[in-house]
C-alpha cells in the first residue's frame, strides 16, 4: 500500500512555503511506486491517478494547514469572552484578523499541477478508471477561502466589544472547522482509493 503525507503537521505549523514543498515533492512520491505499463491506455491512466492523488493531498494539506488556523481562531474568540475589557478585546479582535490572513495563503499553496481543489477557482478532477464497465471518479472542488461561498467568517467590525459578536463569529468558526474536518478526512480518503489503482510494483518481479 502506498504511503502518503496525510498525518497532522506538530503544532509549530509551517506555513504556505511548506505546504507548497510538500505538493512539489507528492508527484515524485507516488512515481516511485508506479511499474512500467506496456500500453498508451494503461499510461494515460495512471497519469490521470497521480495527478488527481497529488491535487487531494494537496488540498489535504491546506485542510490541515486550515485547521490549525481556525483553531487558533476559536482560542482568540474564547479569550475575548473571558475578558470584559473592551481595550483588550479590541487587540484580540486585531489578532484574530492576522491570523485568518494566513488563509490566502495556504489555500493558493494547495495548487498541484495547475489544479487547485480549495482556492476561489472552479477546478475539479473527473478520473477514468479500470474497472467493470465505464468508471469515472469524479473529486469536485470545494472553496476554503474567507467570505460567501467559502468559510463564510465574518470579522469583528465591531471588535469583539459586544457579547452578541462575539457569540456570531464563535459559531461561525465552530461550524468552518466541522466543515474542514469533515473534508479532510474525505481528500484523504479519496486519494487513498485512488492510489489503491495505481499497479504494484512488485508486480513486474514474478
Do not use: W
Not at 497521480?50 to 474564547?78: F, K, N, Y
Not at 469583528?156 to 466543515?179: Q, Y
Amino acid at each position: 500500500m502506498i504511503g502518503f503525507g496525510f498525518f497532522k503537521r506538530k503544532a509549530d505549523t509551517p506555513q504556505a512555503a511548506e505546504i507548497e514543498a510538500h505538493v512539489a515533492a507528492s508527484l515524485e512520491r507516488v512515481k516511485r511506486h508506479m511499474r512500467p505499463v506496456i500500453s498508451e491506455t494503461a499510461r494515460v491512466e495512471q497519469d490521470a491517478i497521480i495527478h488527481a492523488v497529488g491535487a487531494l493531498e494537496a488540498a489535504a494539506m491546506a485542510v490541515d494547514g486550515l485547521t490549525d488556523v481556525l483553531s487558533e481562531a476559536r482560542e482568540l474568540v474564547e479569550s475575548a469572552s473571558e475578558t470584559e475589557s473592551e481595550a483588550k478585546r479590541a487587540l484580540i479582535a486585531e489578532r484574530y484578523d492576522e491570523v485568518l490572513g494566513a488563509i490566502g495563503p495556504i489555500t493558493a499553496a494547495a495548487d498541484f499541477d495547475g489544479v487547485n481543489l480549495v482556492d476561489d477557482s472552479q477546478d475539479a478532477l473527473s478520473v477514468a478508471v479500470d474497472g467493470p464497465g465505464d468508471i469515472t471518479f469524479a473529486v469536485a472542488h470545494v472553496k476554503l477561502t474567507l467570505g460567501d461561498g467559502g468559510l463564510d467568517l465574518p470579522p469583528p467590525r465591531e471588535a469583539f466589544s459586544t457579547d452578541d459578536e462575539i457569540i456570531r463569529i464563535r459559531d461561525a468558526v465552530a461550524e468552518a472547522l466541522g466543515r474542514i474536518n469533515t473534508l479532510g478526512e474525505r481528500f484523504c480518503a479519496d486519494a487513498a482509493m485512488l492510489a489503491m489503482r495505481l499497479p504494484d510494483p512488485e508486480a513486474t518481479q514474478h
